[in-house]
């Protein structure tokens, strides 16, 4: 949804008396609102009634800073951006209001809060930022320009006073979408002397690469549908926008006003450009016979599909054939009712693809049938679908009653995920799971119940990553530091590595925390060195053929150390301790630093421990790269561990596919999350506190409940502790939006839960159930397993021994969690005796014929021939 590099401001509730009217802006698609107070039920009836006609970007900034309803309420009516203060960002970034960075953007110095909390908000999102009433041009562009535009949020400039061409220009070129008031603009300069030419404008934040500097032009339906290939000047752009019609530059004629002599003009609907500002599209109403010179409606040949059906039923509303099917659908309402029902019906009870399409065809035409009769075309469909796609208020979306011939209360669920159980109605702030009955619903919606919550889109997060990550290859330690210093908030960090030894200085910790950090490193050092292999494993496959496998180190492993919402010594410990036990000869930490620069003296403490030569003080892609491909300062690694947020993992991902860095990583990694497995024996305040345990972890963490056959009020009982729990942590907050999409799935029995369990691959399993041990080899696929009422999931995390870093979002099913093997690598050995080659290499000769590779097979024949002479 990017906005236009123009964007005239509006005043709806008294519109200018002068200047530009209500057609001419919206050729340009977008149009800036402010709502205030005052005029904010005005903006509620002027949205939904000119959606289609404009999109909406909205300042709400001024409107209440603690209620978020009212600015939820203009997004669900049609505005397609918001700007809002940081106050109003922070309360709907609320998880339950279900509102998308990209409709947000956050406007520079509204609310009370350090540049700091600004530029933290819009760190690694798709939120954009709009300065307000700038004064000073010179100022903003030159902050621009040292941004730069690669990697950079989308920017919206406002003016305190009418701006010059000369600087609205120098901003276009910086990529920054100018919000100019309607009544200092103008499509006609020519007539209205001293106001700002919007062609003009818009033109020069276009590219060509054309010799001719003339512009490529897709011309376009309001379906969408390709008319044809044109192309445009500025001079032709200024006058479609004062004219309202297709026109266009002719590289033979000049200006071609489309349709002047043949009479198929065009009504020019909007304009607007690619991402890369190379090529237009003009989306219009084509009048007369067709685009095309041959009387076509497009010049890639005749129309096909519901754009073809539209335009046969509106010909055929009029002059219909006397006695044709058409016209006495048209005419006969209550026919045309009873066939779409019926159509309705038969692709409901369609099943294999071919008649579903067949029913679907048919439905479709009767249904446009009626839609052409009202007057109504494919665009106002269409429109009304791109209204609902941006609404923010979720319906229960259950079918009618008499659609099911059931009662309400058990109406079928929704294909996607069912609606949960009805629960004891609460008060709005109340924590509580969802409740699903497995026996109820369908294998498919049992899945979509399971689903883990949405990450951001991979393209958005490699559009962040990659340019990092290219930086930091190509510019070292100087795009470490700088991107250290812009998304950690470290203005003043001069040095992105800490080298051993580490001053006792940074070590500085409480004795309780220092001797836990002891008792955590022994039990996590005995646990892995038991892991070690005795000795080479060699077999002699048959005589004189020696067959090995023995272990080595990988030499020099980085580990990364997320620092977050919380920090996390021990997963330096979780990941440190096994490197030296496997005898990795460099380990390099990177964690991010603190708003001074400093580094958590518990990590330092555990490094200076398991002999880690340096930490990097970064996070994020950055450090990824850095460890990858090395800079300056930071040494390169074989191999790249720990978790992080989706940026750390895109970043993994990325540099291990590059052979320009021969990097491997431990596994794919996402929020964490715990399945609990619990029947009657269980005791509730147990359950609900294994659930919170990775429910404050994050809001994007998920936490799910197995409860075998159990009652209702055993289930009450659960739910209540969760809550009460729930709200005695400084955490809430994030526990609440965790919570938001966990859910509790009640089975009949515990092999059913087994199954349910395996199918979701849980990161932790937790089994609060009779004969638990017992139960262990049931389970499939799982993290890390922790067995019975007194293993809470928070021994593994810390002191128990078992590894923390362990495999999310379902990838228990292919990967293990970090253990000793993970720093090792196999190598194999052969040794034959020359009895051993005679018994072998036959067989080898032979696969090598097969195979094409004489090399090969000669290898083997020299060898054996030389035996022969040597005798």
């Not at 009634?49 to 939820?72: C, E, R, Y």
């Not at 590595?497 to 836990?516: D, F, H, Q, R, W």
């Not at 395996?758 to 397993?785: F, M, R, T, W």
């Amino acid at each position: 949804m990017a906005a236009a590099p123009l964007i005239p401001a509006y005043d709806f509730v008294a519109p200018p008396a002068t200047g530009l009217s209500t057609a001419s802006i919206s050729h340009l698609s977008w149009v800036f609102l402010v709502v205030t107070s005052n005029n904010y039920a005005e903006a509620l009836e002027f949205i939904p009634q000119n959606f289609g006609l404009f999109n909406f970007l909205i300042d709400a900034s001024s409107l209440p800073a603690d209620d978020a309803s009212q600015i939820k309420a203009l997004l669900n009516v049609g505005a397609s951006k918001v700007i809002t203060s940081l106050e109003q960002l922070e309360l709907l970034r609320d998880p339950k209001l279900h509102i998308e960075d990209d409709r947000l953007i956050l406007a520079i110095g509204k609310g009370n809060k350090t540049r700091e909390d600004f530029e933290n908000a819009i760190r690694n999102t798709s939120l954009g930022v709009f300065v307000p009433d700038v004064t000073d041009v010179g100022f903003v562009l030159g902050w621009l320009q040292q941004y730069g535009t690669e990697n950079r949020p989308s920017v919206y400039i406002s003016f305190k006073a009418t701006p010059t061409l000369e600087e609205v220009l120098e901003l276009m070129k910086v990529d920054a979408s100018v919000v100019i008031n309607s009544k200092d603009l103008t499509v006609d300069s020519g007539k209205e002397e001293g106001l700002l030419s919007v062609g003009e404008i818009y033109s020069s934040a276009l590219k060509s690469d054309r010799s001719d500097g003339l512009f490529t032009t897709l011309v376009v339906d309001e379906l969408g549908v390709a008319l044809g290939l044109v192309y445009s000047s500025k001079e032709s752009i200024n006058e479609s926008l004062k004219t309202g019609a297709g026109v266009y530059q002719s590289r033979k004629r000049g200006l071609w006003y489309k349709g002047a002599t043949s009479g198929a003009t065009q009504e020019l609907v909007k304009i607007d450009m690619d991402c890369d500002g190379d090529c237009l599209r003009f989306t219009v109403r084509q009048k007369g016979k067709g685009f095309c010179h041959l009387e076509t409606r497009t010049c890639f040949g005749v129309s096909s599909g519901l754009g073809a059906l539209e335009a046969t039923l509106k010909s055929r509303l009029g002059s219909a054939p006397e006695g044709s099917y058409t016209a006495r659908l048209f005419k006969d309402p209550k026919l045309l009712r009873a066939k779409i029902m019926e159509e309705a019906e038969e692709l409901c009870e369609a099943t294999s693809k071919d008649d579903v399409a067949w029913e679907a065809a048919d439905l479709l035409y009767f249904a446009l049938t009626k839609c052409v009769s009202a007057g109504v075309g494919l665009a106002d469909i269409e429109r009304n679908l791109d209204a609902k796609s941006l609404k923010v208020v979720r319906r229960k979306g259950d079918a009618k009653g008499e659609r099911t011939n059931e009662k309400k209360e058990q109406s079928t669920p929704t294909p996607s995920a069912p609606a949960p159980v009805s629960q004891k109605e609460e008060s709005k702030d109340r924590i509580e799971m969802k409740r699903y009955f497995a026996s109820e619903i369908s294998p498919e919606e049992l899945e979509a119940v399971l689903k883990r919550p949405s990450q951001k889109s991979s393209n958005m997060i490699m559009g962040i990553v990659n340019p990092i990550i290219k930086a930091v290859k190509e510019e070292g330690d100087k795009a470490l530091l700088g991107y250290t210093q812009k998304f950690d908030r470290c203005p003043n960090l001069e040095s992105t590595v800490l080298k051993a030894p580490y001053p006792e200085g940074l070590m500085t910790i409480s004795p309780e925390v220092k001797a836990a950090i002891d008792l955590s490193y022994e039990n996590i050092y005995k646990f892995h060195a038991a892991q070690k292999e005795a000795k080479p494993l060699e077999v002699e496959t048959m005589p004189g053929v020696k067959c090995s496998r023995f272990a080595r180190p990988v030499e020099r492993v980085g580990l990364y150390i997320p620092g977050g919402t919380a920090v996390l010594p021990s997963t330096a410990l979780m990941l440190g301790v096994p490197a030296m036990v496997a005898g990795c000869k460099t380990i390099v930490f990177a964690s991010p630093p603190r708003p001074d620069g400093s580094i958590t003296p518990e990590i330092v403490y555990i490094a200076h421990k398991v002999g880690a030569e340096a930490i990097v003080l970064a996070g994020g892609a950055q450090a990824v790269a850095a460890l990858a491909y090395g800079t300056e300062s930071v040494p390169k690694v074989d191999k790249i561990l720990g978790p992080g947020n989706q940026f750390v993992t895109a970043a993994k991902m990325v540099v291990s596919n590059d052979t320009g860095a021969t990097v491997s990583i431990d596994m794919p990694a996402g929020p964490s999350e715990v399945l609990v497995i619990a029947d009657k024996t269980s005791n509730p305040a147990f359950v609900a506190s294994d659930l919170l345990s990775q429910a404050e972890h994050g809001v994007d963490s998920q936490v799910v409940l197995i409860a075998v056959d159990m009652s209702k009020e055993m289930l009450q009982d659960i739910d209540d502790q969760l809550h009460a729990q729930a709200m005695a942590l400084p955490r809430v907050d994030i526990v609440r939006g965790a919570i938001d999409h966990s859910v509790t799935v009640v089975v009949d029995s515990i092999e059913r839960a087994f199954e349910v369990s395996n199918l979701y691959a849980p990161e932790h399993l937790i089994l609060q159930i009779q004969d638990a041990k017992a139960c262990v080899e049931k389970v499939q696929n799982a993290g890390s397993v922790f067995i019975g009422p007194w293993t809470p999931e928070s021994v593994g995390d810390y002191s128990a021994g078992v590894n923390h870093s362990l495999p999310t979002y379902g990838y228990a099913k292919q990967y293990s969690g970090v253990n000793l093997a993970t720093y090792v690598k196999h190598i194999t050995s052969s040794e034959l005796s020359a009895e051993g080659l005679q018994n072998l290499g036959n067989a080898v000769m032979d696969l090598a014929a097969v195979e094409g590779l004489d090399a090969h097979r000669m290898a083997v024949k020299i060898r054996l021939d030389h035996m022969k002479t040597s005798k």
